[in-house]
Structure formats: structure tokens, C-alpha cells
């Protein structure tokens, strides 16, 4: 059984146009990552929720902003998509604590026209 | 702040050999754990092996172990007995306490098993 949903799969938007992409648990876990991945490069962290607390990574752009309406439930918004926003979103949950492994899910292609 | 080097961008290895990827790492936590994952090219992230600052020993998990070197700060990866699935991205992950579990990736390195 699936335990990190991502929905969509794939995602075409054209530039300009908003965009949500989402995640979803069934773990119940209390941290989730949203992270953006391209080709051949590592995971980038773009924000991460600690329970309601948001953190978001200094150098995340402001074109870029999250929702995490329960514990369930974490969405990504991106208000004015870009060509270089083209890329693998992933979303990741964990239990809090130094030594707990993050569970990712499948993933959400994007891609911008 | 964080941060994550692995040095080796490529890797080469020959089948049955054991191979070791670099990973070091910066922080000023002193609570901190270390990770590895494999991304094999289908994209799931998998997860291979945990350290922990405190862990006085090398963390081990079948084929895989971890040789910890706090003071130098590095955690590298030792596969033994390499296979032909094993090729794939390599990352080396940590994570800090006093940043509410801010997890941050190193830039991976893409191991070749070859026959």
C-alpha cells in the first residue's frame, strides 16, 4: 500500500499559469519536505513543515509557496511558473527525531510550456 | 548552515568488488544524523543506511556499512561486493535537530557496476 501519494504523476502547465501539485500520508507523520529535483542533481530542499511550523529555505523563491491544511494532507503552489521550474517535485514525510528516515513519494514531473 | 560535499561525481567499479563513496559534512549541531540513499534511474528514492553523532559504532545493514569518522566530519559508504543493480545516484543526506529535522542532500555520486 502506497504510503506517500503524489498527485499528479505528470503535470504540463504553460508558463505562467499556476500550479498545485500535492502530497498526501497515510503514516501520520508529523514532518513533510517538499523538495524539487532535476535532472542529474540532487534533491533541493524547498521548504519542510515541523507539525504546523513552516520552514522555508532562504533561497526558495517566493514564486514558490506551500499549504499543509492537516497532518495529512501538504500542497506545493507555484504562482507564475517558469521554464527553469521544469523538474521532479518530491514529497517526503518522516516522525520527528535526528535518527528517523524520510519516506518519499513516487514524485510529480513537471513540465512547463 | 549545512552542508554536504561528495567529492566523486562518477564511479567505476567492477562486479563482486567493494567500492567506497566519500561523504563529508558541516554542521555546528551536535545532534545530527547521517543518511544514505540510492536513486536508481526508475527515481525512487531508497533508503540504505543511518548514523548517528552519538552512535559510538560504524552503522552496518547487509552489504552496506558506514565508516564514521566524526572528528573528521565524513561518513562514507562502503558497498562490498558490488552488483550490477547497484548502479545508480548515491546521496548522502543529514539531518539536524535544532533546525526542526531539516533534512539536505549532498550532490550525489553515480556508481557503475560493470560487468
Known amino acids: 500500500d502506497a504510503m506517500v501519494i503524489q498527485n499528479p504523476r505528470y503535470q504540463v502547465t504553460q508558463f505562467g499559469k499556476p500550479v498545485t501539485l500535492s502530497c498526501s500520508q497515510t503514516?501520520?507523520?508529523?514532518?513533510m519536505y517538499w523538495y524539487q529535483q532535476k535532472s542529474s542533481q540532487a534533491p533541493k530542499l524547498l521548504f519542510h513543515?515541523?507539525?504546523?511550523?513552516?520552514?522555508n529555505e532562504a533561497d526558495t523563491p517566493d514564486n514558490f509557496q506551500s499549504r499543509r491544511p492537516n497532518t495529512s494532507f501538504c500542497f506545493l503552489d507555484i504562482r507564475s511558473p517558469g521554464l527553469g521550474d521544469a523538474a521532479m517535485y518530491l514529497c517526503?514525510?518522516?516522525?520527528?527525531?535526528?535518527?528517523?528516515?524520510?519516506?518519499f513519494g513516487p514524485g510529480t514531473r513537471l513540465l512547463v510550456l | 548552515a549545512q552542508k554536504i560535499t561528495q567529492t566523486q561525481p562518477g564511479m567505476f567499479v567492477q562486479e563482486k568488488e567493494a567500492v567506497t563513496l566519500d561523504c563529508t559534512y558541516d554542521?555546528?549541531?551536535?545532534?545530527?544524523?547521517l543518511f544514505w540513499y540510492k536513486q536508481p534511474s526508475s527515481g525512487e528514492m531508497i533508503f540504505l543506511i543511518y548514523?548517528?553523532?552519538?552512535?559510538?559504532q560504524n552503522a552496518t545493514e547487509g552489504r552496506y556499512s558506514l565508516n564514521f569518522q566524526k572528528a573528521r566530519k565524513s561518513a562514507n559508504l562502503v558497498i562490498s561486493a558490488s552488483q550490477l543493480g547497484d548502479s545508480a545516484m548515491y546521496f548522502c543526506?543529514?539531518?539536524?535537530?535544532?533546525?526542526?529535522?531539516?533534512?539536505?542532500f549532498g550532490p550525489g555520486t553515480s556508481l557503475s557496476v560493470i560487468p
Open positions: 517526503a514525510t518522516s516522525r520527528a527525531g535526528r535518527q528517523e528516515t524520510q519516506y
Open positions: 503514516l501520520n507523520h508529523n514532518v
Open positions: 513543515y515541523y507539525d504546523k511550523d513552516f520552514n
Open positions: 554542521t555546528s549541531d551536535p545532534s545530527y544524523g
Open positions: 548514523q548517528g553523532s552519538y552512535d559510538q
Open positions: 543526506a543529514m539531518r539536524e535537530k535544532t533546525s526542526y529535522d531539516k533534512v539536505i
